[in-house]
């Protein structure tokens, strides 16, 4: 009988012991069920970065306003302003992400703007730049429509690019018609310059025709006893001739000559012929009481 009662409660322990068991494996199983269902939950969807540089083009701008709306996500573009080296110097975006929280970035510079990044995280969406260079303006409106007063400062600093751009444009064609302006006016001193050298020298040639009866002429044959007869000559007519530096080459011609001319009338010239190797082109003298002149002729 006690052997019996003692199977008994060896039994009811066994048994006591499978129920506490199957327990703890049910509780065990539940437990790796609800955490791997919080995992899959904290998994984020894909992450998009896109990057807008100073040469991005309206095309480029255009594939990632397409990229951004294949996500579900809200982005557009306007007052795009480009300089002379097609940089971008001036750009306003509008997004909205998935959960309806909308933003505004605007940047507006003479010069080239900094990297503008746009970076997707699923439902959001973000926009930063990479430096701090360039003047920019940015909004984030928490959930809902952009308000009014912030959708009001958006339209104005676009009217004030729009007004900026303008401005710069007029700066320039200001600056180029001073250019052409300045351009005209050099050629039209030139012009003067040209035209006051050729009467200088119509006016010389003029002079020298009036000479007829008293032109003398030098050539590179012309001896030492000729210059000092041509000297007594102009002496004999209250004349004052000289000339000095006298080089002849082996043939005996005049290579260079200096020749200096008073007309004992307030008119003294002083002028030098050739460059001491080549012989001289024939020296044209025409002198009187009021005009010295002297020329090289062929």
Do not use: C, W
């Amino acid at each position: 009988m006690e052997t019996n009662i003692k199977r008994a409660i060896q039994y009811l322990s066994f048994f006591s012991f499978l129920i506490l068991f199957t327990f703890s494996l049910l509780s065990f199983s539940t437990k790796r069920v609800i955490s791997t269902t919080l995992e899959n939950n904290s998994v984020s969807g894909k992450e998009i970065t896109v990057v807008i540089t100073k040469k991005t083009t309206l095309e480029e701008l255009q594939k990632i306003k397409k990229q951004m709306e294949d996500e579900g996500l809200g982005f557009d573009y306007s007052d795009v302003v480009y300089n002379e080296k097609n940089e971008i110097i001036s750009i306003s975006i509008r997004y909205k992400d998935a959960n309806n929280n909308s933003g505004n970035y605007s940047v507006s510079s003479k010069n080239p703007i900094n990297d503008i990044v746009i970076v997707s995280e699923g439902s959001r969406i973000s926009v930063t730049s990479t430096g701090s260079s360039n003047q920019s303006f940015i909004s984030q409106g928490n959930k809902g429509q952009v308000s009014n007063d912030t959708e009001k400062t958006y339209n104005d600093r676009s009217e004030a690019m729009r007004q900026r751009s303008e401005q710069m444009e007029k700066e320039m064609e200001s600056q180029m018609n001073e250019m052409d302006q300045r351009q005209a006016e050099m050629i039209n001193r030139m012009q003067q310059r040209r035209d006051s050298i050729n009467k200088l020298n119509q006016n010389k040639a003029t002079s020298a025709s009036n000479f007829n009866g008293r032109s003398r002429l030098i050539t590179k044959n012309t001896s030492h006893s000729e210059l000092i007869e041509l000297q007594n000559n102009y002496d004999a007519e209250n004349i004052s001739f000289y000339y000095k530096n006298l080089e002849r080459n082996d043939n005996n011609e005049i290579t260079h000559i200096s020749i200096t001319i008073d007309n004992r009338n307030g008119s003294i010239s002083t002028s030098g012929f050739g460059n001491g190797k080549e012989a001289i082109k024939n020296i044209t003298l025409a002198v009187d009481k009021q005009h010295t002149i002297m020329k090289s002729t062929e």
